[in-house]
């Protein structure tokens, strides 16, 4: 799987945009940008995920450049609920099967007032 | 829906008991995972089923650890005999094909 590369922490204030930036440099063809977020001792959750065009839900908006070497996960209104660590990852995916989610470190953001 | 389940929610054994950690998958969701998460390793995935078959073990930390579904909607993840390292929080989470995984609270599982 392609490794991804994100910041370490970021800060956003609440009601603002809150942009994280994802590095996936070696992303081949076939592989999907995946976003999960892991909010304080709860389990990881699913945001959003997307192979070469823009994707919005009702959560998220994911922005992935045309070279598909980075993406942006948006959160367009951020709250203090938002607060949590957000994962980038990148994998294959193929039709009827499931590959396995590595996860990284992540990115911490934190939501303030 | 209630999502997946995962029981206890917190286990405090120790050392050298064999300790059982169960979960409850979504219903109709043909993939369970279990991963294991700690502040050095962060989260990583331990083996996962699909269609209650065990596909990828490689995770597996050692013979000690071990992981059955008997079917569609229960799996469990047995550790024996319990070490203070296996001290983490164990995720169970279940996915329908590729679609985005669902995970569940997790259990804290604290060996003295």
């Known amino acids: 799987d392609a490794k991804t590369t994100q910041p370490t922490s970021m800060d956003c204030a609440e009601g603002r945009a809150a942009n994280l930036p994802c590095n996936h440099s070696?992303?081949?063809?076939?592989?999907?940008v995946y976003w999960y977020r892991q909010i304080h001792s709860q389990g990881p959750q699913y945001i959003i995920h997307g192979l070469k065009n823009n994707e919005t839900n009702e959560m998220a908006s994911l922005i992935i450049t045309e070279d598909r070497k980075s993406s942006t996960l948006i959160l367009p209104h951020a709250t203090l609920r938002d607060t949590a660590v957000y994962y980038c990852i990148v994998r294959p995916s193929s039709t009827g099967t499931a590959s396995k989610l590595t996860f990284g470190t992540g990115t911490r953001l934190q939501v303030t007032l | 829906d209630a999502g997946v389940i995962q029981s206890p929610r917190h286990e405090v054994t120790e050392m050298g008991q064999e300790v059982t950690l169960r979960c409850k998958p979504i219903?109709?969701?043909?993939?369970l995972f279990w991963y294991r998460q700690t502040m050095m390793r962060g989260l990583e995935l331990l083996i996962y089923?699909?269609?209650?078959?065990?596909?990828?073990d490689s995770g597996m930390p050692e013979d000690r650890f071990s992981a059955k579904m008997p079917n569609a909607s229960f799996s469990t993840l047995k550790i024996q005999p319990s070490e203070p390292r296996d001290s983490a929080v164990y995720f169970c989470?279940?996915?329908?094909?590729?679609?985005?995984?669902?995970f569940g609270s997790g259990t804290r599982l604290t060996v003295v």
């Open positions: 089923f699909n269609n209650n078959v065990p596909i990828d």
């Open positions: 070696t992303i081949s063809g076939n592989e999907y």
């Open positions: 219903s109709g969701h043909d993939y």
């Open positions: 989470a279940s996915s329908l094909a590729d679609y985005g995984y669902t």
